[in-house]
């Protein structure tokens, strides 16, 4: 499968796996890496790692919740809502 291919599927999810995106890529850690699903005319994506190493580049502001993480560069930081 050659990078950029488009992973094609029917239905409402599909699933993000080692094999239908790239067979190669270790970092991928989990049987399923990622949930896709489309409802109410919308896209969302599910992180399903057990080692919750699936992330979104955001283009556009986005809301953050209490525990999200956040990846800059090399560095991983977890957002926390002083209480």
């Given amino acids: 499968k050659a990078e950029?291919?488009?992973?094609p599927?029917?239905?409402?999810?599909?699933?993000?796996?080692?094999e239908n995106t790239a067979p190669d890529n270790k970092t991928i850690t989990s049987k399923v890496q990622a949930l896709?699903?489309?409802?109410?005319?919308?896209?969302?994506?599910?992180?399903?790692?057990?080692?919750?190493?699936t992330f979104?580049?955001?283009?556009?502001?986005?809301?953050?919740?209490d525990g999200d993480l956040i990846f800059l560069g090399s560095q991983l930081y977890e957002f926390r809502i002083q209480k």
Avoid: C, H, Y
């Fill in 9 to 18: 599927f029917n239905g409402s999810e599909v699933e993000l796996t080692r």
């Fill in 36 to 53: 896709m699903t489309f409802a109410n005319g919308e896209w969302s994506i599910t992180d399903m790692s057990e080692l919750k190493s």
């Fill in 4 to 7: 950029g291919d488009p992973i």
């Fill in 56 to 65: 979104v580049q955001a283009s556009r502001p986005i809301t953050l919740k």
